[in-house]
């Protein structure tokens, strides 16, 4: 008989990994059929109600994409080629806190972009880091549970945060740019966004390309410190609604320079690191930037409610000649936002005016909440099915043109050990060794240890051991700092027992943005 802790499904079968999704091959793709990750992605995205699981606090606005480049010989997709321009909607946020939070906090920024193309909403959802705190999507929820508050204390927990990467040391990558000075931009436009993970290009000819996504703020890199953002809360808590608002309405129009790094197909398979690792950059040297344009953001909505909090972006949203990779966080992300959108806004959340496509969108989708429609939209009444002998009398018919070449996968299915034979120390070394000046690392060193106060000791040690793999000096700056915390009388004063769990102040504990060695 198991024992009485063993860890179940919601059917009460006990489950016996979860930590490593089921992938056709160590590198992915993913299997539909590893239902125990589909029920932990569909159950996080109905954890909170009614606002965002994640990214509840954020900021938008509407503009253009403009493509001032060739790059057909990578992709067909019609927005993408030179001289094209398509109008966008970007909305910037930050991750961990409720929609009441305030906007300078140390965070994570969430970055996503919809743009109308004439095939239909190509939607890019990143951030404004080009790595992530995990690469497997089966300890994605996990993750969010620790950015999220206590159960018991209802407070943000930094023991939960620091427990969860001390046993999760892909994080530190993500961890270290959250706790340098670009973990805490003054606003959305100081600040770059990635398409994060890897995705694909294809033309014409059926080639595919692997392709990175990045849009370079044109406006300079600047940031706060923790001290300098305390003092902005205690004035206002919509610092970054504030400033990104007032810029395009006195037209100061903020603009990003759009750029991607691309690899053959077949050159994924040579690569002495797995280019679908969402940890990971790719290096700029053998992926070199290649310009493509630049986004501008130059009007307001007219109302906030309809155009930014309704606004739903979803990686499933791609156009012919965009696509997909092996990434196994995004092949999550693909089923998972489009889901999260169906709880929050309802099954025919596409059919908004800011989530509209801007063309007429025929489907055999049927009934549901929110269908303003009264019925399917297939161009024939008689239509409600597929396949139907309405084609020739305006029924909606398959487009066999945006049909994308195969996918070549190999490996067998299995539950692959995502933290065996991974290097995540060495991006993490050049960043903060080389990348870094001294008195950056300095305030990196004082982040991270004034984020770890108050944590048990042997997280710490845990975590100083990871440190002390990507260099002693990292380890040794952090530690100095982390008992200078614990030590201060203000933290001596404030504090509880261990069992409360306190949270630290203007959250240097939450997930964020960074400077990296690839950049």
């Known amino acids: 008989m198991a024992d009485r802790n063993t860890l179940r499904t919601t059917a009460g079968a006990p489950w016996p990994n979860n930590q490593d999704s089921l992938s056709a091959g160590e590198r992915g793709p993913l299997l539909l059929q590893d239902y125990q990750l589909i029920e932990k992605l569909a159950h996080q995205n109905r954890e909170r109600i009614p606002e965002r699981t994640v990214h509840a606090k954020g900021w938008g606005a509407h503009g253009k994409l403009v493509i001032t480049e060739d790059i057909s010989k990578y992709t067909k997709a019609k927005c993408l080629q030179k001289g094209a321009e398509t109008p966008m909607l970007a909305r910037f946020s930050t991750v961990a806190g409720e929609q009441g939070a305030a906007d300078h906090e140390r965070d994570v920024r969430g970055f996503a972009l919809k743009f109308y193309t004439e095939d239909g909403n190509w939607d890019l959802v990143g951030n404004n880091t080009p790595v992530f705190f995990v690469r497997d999507p089966y300890k994605f929820p996990d993750f969010i549970h620790t950015q999220k508050r206590h159960p018991k204390t209802n407070m943000r927990s930094p023991t939960a945060m620091f427990d969860f990467w001390s046993l999760s040391p892909e994080a530190l990558h993500q961890v270290t740019i959250l706790m340098s000075d670009r973990g805490l931009p003054q606003s959305p436009m100081h600040m770059n966004g990635y398409g994060s993970h890897t995705f694909s290009f294809w033309n014409d000819a059926g080639e595919r390309y692997w392709v990175k996504f990045h849009f370079k703020t044109q406006q300079g890199h600047d940031f706060y410190t923790n001290e300098e953002a305390e003092k902005i809360i205690g004035k206002t808590r919509e610092g970054y609604q504030e400033r990104l608002f007032n810029t395009i309405e006195e037209g100061k129009y903020p603009r990003w320079k759009f750029q991607v790094q691309i690899m053959p197909e077949l050159d994924a398979e040579k690569c002495d690191f797995n280019p679908f690792d969402l940890t990971k950059v790719w290096p700029h040297d053998q992926f070199p930037m290649i ?229």
């Open 291 to 519: 310009d493509v344009g630049y986004f501008e953001l130059n009007r307001n909505a007219d109302n906030y409610f309809a155009e930014i909090e309704n606004a739903a972006f979803s990686p499933s949203n791609i156009v012919p000649g965009i696509s997909f990779s092996p990434d196994k966080m995004l092949q999550a992300r693909i089923f998972s936002y489009a889901d999260a959108h169906r709880y929050r806004l309802g099954t025919h959340y596409e059919t908004i005016p800011v989530n509209r496509p801007r063309m007429e969108v025929l489907n055999y989708h049927k009934d549901g909440t929110m269908n303003v429609y009264g019925g399917v939209r297939t161009g024939n009444e008689n239509a409600y099915y597929e396949p139907n002998s309405y084609g020739d009398q305006g029924a909606a018919v398959e487009d066999r043109g945006a049909q994308e070449p195969p996918l070549k996968i190999s490996g067998d299915a299995a539950r692959f050990d995502h933290r065996v034979g991974y290097d995540d120390y060495s991006q993490v070394r050049a960043l903060v060794m080389k990348v870094m000046d001294e008195p950056q690392r300095q305030r990196l060193y004082k982040n991270m240890g004034g984020a770890m106060a108050g944590i048990p000791t042997e997280i710490a040690e845990r975590w100083f051991g990871h440190l002390r793999q990507v260099h002693p000096d990292y380890e040794a700056g952090v530690r100095a700092a982390w008992m200078e915390a614990n030590q201060s009388e203000e933290y001596m004063a404030n504090s509880h027992p261990v069992t409360d769990d306190t949270p630290q102040q203007t959250s240097g504990n939450n997930a964020g943005d960074q400077p990296q060695a690839a950049e």
